[in-house]
């Protein structure tokens, strides 16, 4: 086998994939994600080759290839030619590193926790819900969701370590009293409405202190939800995630607003709501 290292040019990239003789089918998610990395120019070159068998067929760069076409500008990669045909089944067998895993090694307190706040904000920024559809347009909406790297998580959390990290601490404490709802949901919402939605952490605090309290507070609607999430937990039924989201936007956007439901209720044929941020709410 020979490595070499090339700046493949879309033109180039479409006659590398002309040579492959079948692949798995593309996923348009990976191959814009790649495609946008390159056109920012953070794409590196990392030791991960393209590569061809002994018959110059295309065995593994599919996506990337393709990306370069999207993105319409070289990119250096390294080639590997003559490799075995049969050694194809191995490849992508090996274990990824996770963000997690990457903050850990920059000695992040509670890294998988901020590498999950990190994602799932990311996912409040582009829907407004941390449940993406309803089941009316699942396929088109997994489609347009944007898929980030481990790198770009990495650098999303270096825009703000301070904030991410304080606020990973902020839900550990909570969760040390009861545990309510997944620890990456609580991070994602309290950074959503303290860092985009305008919220000043006096205004949000009070609604995780009831939520995570034990005791009877002076916000009906948080108790409502707490109640509404211990009796599930008692019932030994798990609530689906849609339910969920909705009961805690629900209740967050009665919360604000100075309101109190008569009653916490979701079905199917509502649309799925989002939290109401100071940006938009008229409060």
């Not at 996506?63 to 992508?92: C, N, Q, S, W």
């Amino acid at each position: 086998m020979t490595t070499v290292t090339e700046n493949i040019t879309p033109n180039k990239a479409m006659e590398y994939l002309a040579t492959s003789v079948g692949n798995r089918p593309l996923s348009s998610i990976y191959v814009r994600s790649y495609a946008d990395t390159m056109k920012k120019g953070k794409w590196l070159l990392n030791g991960v080759p393209i590569i061809f068998d002994t018959d110059g067929h295309l065995l593994d760069g599919h996506h990337r290839l393709e990306a370069v076409k999207v993105a319409g500008i070289p990119v250096r990669f390294d080639v590997v030619r003559g490799a075995p045909t049969e050694g194809f089944t191995t490849y992508d067998n090996g274990r990824h590193r996770t963000t997690g895993q990457l903050l850990a090694m920059q000695s992040v307190k509670h890294y998988n926790l901020v590498a999950s706040i990190v994602s799932a904000n990311e996912r409040l920024k582009e829907s407004g819900r941390l449940y993406h559809n309803n089941g009316n347009n699942a396929a088109s909406e997994a489609n347009n969701r944007i898929k980030r790297t481990n790198d770009d998580h990495y650098n999303l959390y270096r825009e703000d370590p301070e904030g991410f990290n304080a606020v990973a601490e902020r839900i550990v404490s909570l969760q040390g009293r009861v545990r309510v709802i997944l620890p990456s949901w609580a991070g994602a919402i309290y950074y959503y409405l303290t860092h985009t939605g305008g919220y000043s952490i006096n205004e949000v605090d009070p609604f995780f202190d009831a939520l995570y309290s034990l005791e009877t507070d002076t916000i009906p609607a948080v108790t409502m939800l707490r109640r509404a999430l211990t009796k599930d937990a008692f019932s030994g039924r798990k609530m689906m995630p849609e339910t969920l989201w909705a009961f805690i936007a629900k209740t967050w956007n009665a919360y604000i607003t100075g309101k109190t439901p008569k009653i916490l209720r979701y079905t199917e044929s509502e649309s799925i709501p989002t939290l109401i941020l100071k940006t938009n709410s008229i409060i």
